[in-house]
């Protein structure tokens, strides 16, 4: 079983930045893709950022490109995704989510990951 638990949200206005973690226990996430999804009330989850289990890899959502950034320290069983230029359209809860098999090629869809986190909620002030 893998707990995931995510932290860093906050309240900040926009253009500030903030970095979220999500830290895993349970099992060893380095051979696990990972992802980041967020949600507002009354919608659906949507994705943020994915990255391979070598952190080679990583893809985002377009309405975060060139913003945000996913990446992960293996040795410390965590993922970080750095949040830079936030606007008020940012404004939600954050998840991480990992795959449910190893060496899997995560996928931009909530279905494709198994374990997830809490979230933490992120918002932007205008």
């Known amino acids: 079983q893998v707990q995931l638990v995510e932290s860093g949200g906050g309240l900040v206005q926009a253009g500030d930045s903030l970095r979220l973690s999500c830290a895993a226990s349970?099992?060893?996430?380095?051979?696990?893709?990972m992802g980041w999804f967020r949600q507002t009330p009354g919608k659906e989850r949507d994705f943020v950022a994915g990255?391979?289990?070598?952190?080679?890899?990583?893809y985002y959502g377009d309405s975060v490109k060139g913003r945000f950034t996913i990446s992960r320290d293996n040795a410390k069983n965590t993922v970080y995704l750095q949040m830079n230029s936030l606007k008020p359209e940012d404004t939600a809860v954050y998840y991480c989510?990992?795959?449910?098999?190893?060496?899997?090629?995560?996928?931009?869809?909530?279905?494709?990951?198994?374990?997830w986190g809490q979230g933490t909620q992120v918002t932007v002030s205008s």
């Open positions: 989510a990992a795959d449910r098999s190893a060496y899997g090629s995560g996928s931009t869809r909530p279905t494709g990951y198994y374990y």
């Open positions: 349970g099992r060893t996430l380095s051979t696990y893709a």
């Open positions: 990255i391979s289990p070598g952190g080679g890899t990583t």
